[in-house]
């Protein structure tokens, strides 16, 4: 394989890598050295090291972790319990991916995890540009709240009428039944004021160099009162004739 992750080199001696740094301490990583395990354990790490899984795996051992030695036990585990696992500092180990190729694992780690905090850079960037040109969700969301609290508004309640035995109305009752309707015409002019409001912010986000053009005014109605009718002087002279 022309490259290979997880190998490098503590001093002279070949390692593998278990964890690029250890939580809590990130100057210091899990190795192991595997000329000194057995010949069958070496083939069986060389093997999960050289696997698709291993190359794939941010870490090692999460690898190791789902493999087994020939004699069942689980890899990873049984290095620990035989004491097979060292920390060592970063600084002192180098990576060789390739055989032309090498790196500091602390540098390599520096790298690494500026990539991530890159990478969350780009998501949040790329979901700002693909809200561009829509309403947010947390913008919607407040308006919608805001709609259907002016929606929750209770309507005034309407009065009561009991027609008397001649079955009308007085004028105290007619007034009473006006004042309703007006107390109702004004909370729903409120709520349609509200709602043209929130639908006016929500054009705004979805655009902010939209501009509200007025609706022209109606075109004056020609005076057609007079239209057809023969001039008073006219008429005059018509009758005397």
Not at 106 to 119: Q, S, V
Not at 228 to 234: D, L, Q, V
Request: net charge positive; charged share 30%.
């Amino acid at each position: 394989m022309a490259f290979m992750k997880h190998i490098g080199k503590h001093g002279d001696r070949k390692i593998c890598i278990l964890f690029r740094q250890v939580p809590g301490e990130d100057h210091m990583a899990l190795v192991i050295y595997p000329e000194t395990l057995p010949a069958h354990w070496q083939q069986a790490v060389q093997t999960v090291v050289e696997s698709e899984i291993a190359q794939q795996a941010e870490e090692l051992a999460d690898a190791l972790h789902r493999n087994f030695l020939p004699d069942g036990r689980p890899i990873l585990e049984t290095l620990h319990q035989e004491r097979m696992i060292k920390k060592v500092r970063t600084s002192d180990i180098i990576v060789t991916p390739t055989a032309q190729s090498k790196i500091r694992l602390d540098e390599l780690n520096k790298m690494l995890n500026e990539m991530k905090l890159g990478e969350a850079a780009i998501k949040k960037m790329a979901d700002n540009d693909a809200s561009r040109g829509m309403v947010a969700p947390e913008v919607k969301r407040k308006a919608e709240a805001e709609y259907k609290a002016s929606q929750a508004q209770p309507a005034p309640a309407a009065p009561k009428f009991q027609a008397p035995q001649d079955g009308a109305l007085s004028d105290r009752d007619i007034a009473a039944n006006m004042v309703f309707q007006a107390k109702k015409m004004e909370t729903e002019a409120k709520q349609m004021i509200a709602e043209a409001a929130r639908m006016k912010k929500q054009a705004q986000t979805m655009d902010p160099n939209v501009v509200a053009k007025e609706a022209p005014a109606p075109a004056a109605k020609a005076d057609t009162s007079k239209r057809g009718r023969p001039s008073k002087t006219k008429a005059v002279a018509d009758a005397t004739q």
